[in-house]
């Protein structure tokens, strides 16, 4: 009996964890991503807990999937603090690092891509963006949208290590921290995803650059109204 008890356990608690382990790392992210905490503000793992009634482990595991993402700064001693908002000079700065790689791979995806990544870059229409977005949550299935097409990209390009120098710079977190200031990214980012996704699917290694390359030129510029 004991034994049967003690292979059947460790099932409901495990399922429970990372169900748990999710709800705090969202609440979290949407927090940081709708700037609820000043620029460099210390979050303490046990205050985090307190507030949001939970163990100390899932907002441990979340704080350092922040940090990952560059939306928490790790200081040696002192914890976790909050990473400002990107200011002109670092948009600048992210997007040319952008321009550099993300037209590269819409390049070689369109040599290299399968069928089946092909299919998997449709773009969503552009009634599915989204009217609200005064918050984060009204918005965060747009930025894993845009996150998503991104990577397909990358990843068609079949070039695994810059795949990962693309990913490494989360830029659709940090870009869109900017959002909510007001621009019409969704629907213009949509139109332009479909015609990357088109310039692919006639495998045309030209168009497809230019394409990528005129959405992030495009979309820094929308970017910038943030500035003023």
Known sequence: MADDTAGQAPKIPRIRRTMLGDEVYESLKAMLMD???PPDSRLTTDFLAQELEVSRTPVRESLAR???EGLLVKRPMAGYSVAPPLDQR???DLYTVRLALEPMAARLAAVHATDEQLAALAP???RAAPRDRSRYADYRSFVAHDALFHDGVAAAAGNELLRR????LHSHLHTYRLWSHGTDQPIEALREHAKIAEALRARDPEAAEAAMRAHLEGALARLNTAFG
């Open 35 to 37: 700037n609820a905490f």
């Open 66 to 68: 922040l940090e990952t």
């Open 90 to 92: 670092a948009l600048g």
């Open 124 to 126: 969503t229409e552009p």
């Open 165 to 168: 120098s693309i990913q490494r």
